[in-house]
């Protein structure tokens, strides 16, 4: 089991005759690596503790986070940050979802967060002598379902009934489609700037299948945009994210569904970049306030 670190850069330079610099380490963390069988690949989870944890017999609610890399120590620092004043935030074990090993981040989350392959022409891979690689996100899901929640399960004293998933942009394109597809394997759903515009909006067609068999979607979702996701004069072909995500959020309300409890926001002023911290505040805020 390895520990969760960030190296640090020097400001100065180095003799050559000086000691190495130690990595910064993010204070109970673990890095847990993880099999994909049905894949024949290997992942990393990435693994917080609260800072009760230690002394304390209780289980915690646990937050899934997609892109870990980038929202793993972002979302640590949200908890503390946030979780020391009031109203603050209840304690939480935080996991990391991170990439497959030995791809990039981009060709690994273009693989396993999309739920159909893409057909467009122009799509490229970032790995030399690979294709690009969509539509994977059934085999995602399934390893997610089969071996990562289990793993924690085991090994955590976690809260099975307060599983928080938390995604962006392909990341929450993962997140509906768990929705629909085992919308129980998650009890909240903090989804931002989700990708509803991919190949020509399946998600709102993947809806539409769900309402057609289904009189209720027991799920808490909190959905979350920029305000400036949207065309604008000087880039009209952007995708209207906005737009997209009020539609879907309208849709999901026209269906009644007894068990399904939504919450949405609009950041204005932030774009597809900015927006994703204050979604994660608002979002962990809005499933785990302090009780």
Not at 36 to 49: D, K
Not at 113 to 122: D, G, L
Not at 124 to 143: L, N, Q
Not at 232 to 241: A, C, F, I, V, Y
């Amino acid at each position: 089991m390895k520990r969760f670190t960030l190296a640090l850069l020097a400001g100065v330079a180095l003799s050559t005759t000086s000691a190495a610099p130690k990595p910064y380490v993010l204070e109970n963390t673990e890095v847990r690596d993880v099999k994909a069988p049905g894949l024949n690949r290997e992942y990393q989870i990435f693994v917080s503790l609260p800072p009760s944890y230690a002394t304390s017999s209780r289980s915690y609610p646990v937050v899934f986070v997609t892109d870990a890399t980038y929202a793993f120590p972002l979302i640590r620092s949200i908890a503390r940050r946030v979780g020391d004043k009031p109203p603050g935030l209840e304690e939480f074990v935080l996991v990391g979802l991170s990439y497959a090993k030995g791809d990039t981040p981009t060709f690994s989350r273009n693989r396993d967060y999309t739920p159909v392959p893409r057909t467009a022409k122009n799509v490229t891979s970032d790995i030399p002598g690979r294709a690009a690689a969509y539509g994977e996100g059934d085999g995602y899901r399934r390893f997610l379902a089969s071996e990562v929640l289990p793993l924690v399960a085991k090994n955590y004293r976690v809260d099975a009934h307060r599983k928080i998933f938390i995604g962006h942009s392909y990341g929450s394109l993962l997140g509906l489609d768990i929705l629909f597809k085992e919308p129980g394997m998650f009890d909240y759903y903090v989804l931002g700037s989700p990708s509803l515009w991919y190949e020509k909006g399946v998600m709102f067609e993947r809806e539409k299948a769900y309402a057609a068999l289904h009189r209720d979607l027991k799920a808490r979702v909190y959905l979350g945009v920029g305000g400036l996701e949207r065309p604008t004069r000087t880039h009209p072909s952007d995708d209207d994210m906005v737009g997209g995500m009020l539609r879907f959020q309208s849709t999901l309300k026209s269906r009644h569904y007894p068990g399904l409890a939504m919450d949405s926001r609009v950041f204005e002023s932030e774009d597809h970049l900015t927006v994703a911290p204050r979604i994660i505040t608002a979002g962990l805020k809005w499933a785990l306030p302090k009780r």
